[in-house]
């Protein structure tokens, strides 16, 4: 069955070092994978797209990779601050689906950046 | 701020009543997708519709309708509420079917 899974439920961090989170999908085509940001009671914010034929891109102090090969991606969060503190989301599109608009969520790591 | 509103903000129900929620589009996209997220769960596709058409359905029960209006904006229906649907109702609109999709600040319904 189709599955994608975020590898942690939370993830805790001091202040000024770099946040990994990891999603892993399985029985999935995506065309691309989305990272969003989600704070509580509030609607995701869109941060990164990372297409199928991408390895890497960068935003600031963000950073994905795409590994369709290990049907892994990473999301990186350098020089971390508090306020980086939220739910981050990983969400495909499957390129083989019957839906081809639906977002797929993972169910979100708690990042907690502390001072 | 994505453009994208939703309302109400917050709504108590109970079983058995009857729930429209409502949805405006980013303005310039077509597209209108909504989701339904339980606590500490991520959002669950429920269905998009794009030019007024459903593009698509996620495993919901036929009492979970939707509508889009010429002017893109949506309305989300559940009939016959169960204790189950208590939960956060986001709506995302894109430019097109595929695009990245933005999401408003959600609708949360309780239903006792």
């Known amino acids: 069955s189709q599955k994608i899974e975020q590898n942690s439920e939370a993830l805790n961090i001091q202040e000024g070092k770099t946040a990994t989170l990891t999603c892993n999908y399985t029985?999935?085509?995506?065309?691309?994978l989305q990272w969003y940001r989600q704070d509580p009671g509030r609607g995701p914010v869109f941060l990164l797209l990372?297409?199928?034929?991408?390895k890497e891109k960068r935003k600031e102090r963000l950073k994905v990779t795409f590994d369709t090969t290990l049907k892994q991606s990473l999301f990186h969060i350098t020089a971390s601050q508090p306020a980086d503190s939220a739910t981050y989301l990983c969400?495909?599109?499957?390129?083989?689906?019957?839906?081809?608009?639906?977002?797929?969520f993972g169910q979100g790591t708690i990042l907690t950046v502390h001072p | 701020e994505t453009g994208v509103t939703q309302s109400p903000t917050h709504l108590i129900k109970t079983r058995g009543q009857q729930v429209t929620l409502r949805c405006s589009s980013q303005?310039?996209?077509?597209?209108v997708s909504w989701y339904q997220q339980a606590l500490g769960q991520g959002p669950q596709f429920i269905f998009q519709?794009?030019?007024?058409?459903?593009?698509g359905r996620g495993n919901f029960p036929p009492r979970f309708s939707g509508l889009q209006f010429p002017n893109y904006s949506s309305e989300l229906n559940v009939n016959a509420l169960e204790l189950d649907d208590s939960a956060l109702y986001l709506c995302?609109?894109?430019?097109?079917?595929?695009?990245?999709?933005?999401f408003g600040p959600g609708t949360r319904l309780t239903v006792l």
């Open positions: 995302a609109s894109s430019f097109q079917i595929a695009d990245t999709q933005y």
């Open positions: 969400a495909l599109i499957d390129a083989g689906g019957t839906s081809y608009g639906k977002l797929t």
């Open positions: 519709y794009y030019r007024e058409e459903e593009n």
């Open positions: 029985n999935y085509s995506p065309a691309y």
């Open positions: 990372i297409r199928e034929n991408e």
């Open positions: 303005s310039g996209h077509n597209t």
